[in-house]
């Protein structure tokens, strides 16, 4: 592997949050068409690896380097700050398909134990929740979209993860019910 490679690894794996192509470009001193095909190539050596990291392009161009999200169900108890329980990512899920919704009718629909999940959301920087009479607005926040390597647009947001979300539910129920096999 060349140093051009190695270095935009390594930048991408100490910085814990997506860099733009521009400033992936500046580091290695190279014109950002080169450096969009150099972190092209080393996307698909991860993907021909079967490893539990991919380097995925997001919107406004800009990469990253994360955990393929079909193994945050079995190591996400050691993931900083906590991964979030399959209640709650339902919740997440359930506001980010629905935004921009009032807080009172999410607990309508979902149930009281909401309000712990928006905190905890909010918390995280997940959600927004700004107030609406006498209730709260909530929609997703760009770290949400971020986090899931989802387009910031709502619309295609919204397709993506209905199909990227089904998938992670799937086995993060699935971890879950292995846990609680005797």
Not at 105 to 133: S, W
Request: glycine content about 6%; aromatic content about 6%; hydrophobic content about 40%.
């Amino acid at each position: 592997m060349d140093d051009e490679v190695v270095t935009l690894e390594a930048a991408l794996y100490v910085a814990g949050r997506p860099l733009t192509l521009e400033e992936l470009a500046t580091l290695i001193d190279k014109a950002q068409s080169t450096t969009k095909k150099i972190l092209e190539d080393l996307g698909f050596a991860y993907r021909k690896s079967g490893g539990a990291l991919e380097v995925v392009e997001l919107p406004r161009e800009r990469w990253v380097l994360q955990l393929i999200p079909e193994l945050t169900p079995r190591v996400g108890r050691f993931i900083p700050g906590g991964l979030l329980s399959f209640a709650t990512l339902q919740t997440l899920v359930f506001i980010a398909l629905k935004q921009p919704i009032i807080q009172s009718d999410l607990i309508a629909q979902r149930g009281t134990h909401c309000y712990d999940h928006v905190k905890e959301l909010v918390e995280k920087k997940f959600v927004d929740a700004t107030p609406e009479g006498r209730s709260k607005m909530l929609k997703t926040t760009p770290l949400f979209s971020d986090y899931f390597g989802l387009d910031p647009d709502m619309i295609r947001m919204k397709a993506q993860l209905k199909h990227k979300m089904k998938k992670v539910l799937e086995h993060q129920a699935e971890a879950e019910q292995a846990i609680d096999l005797p």
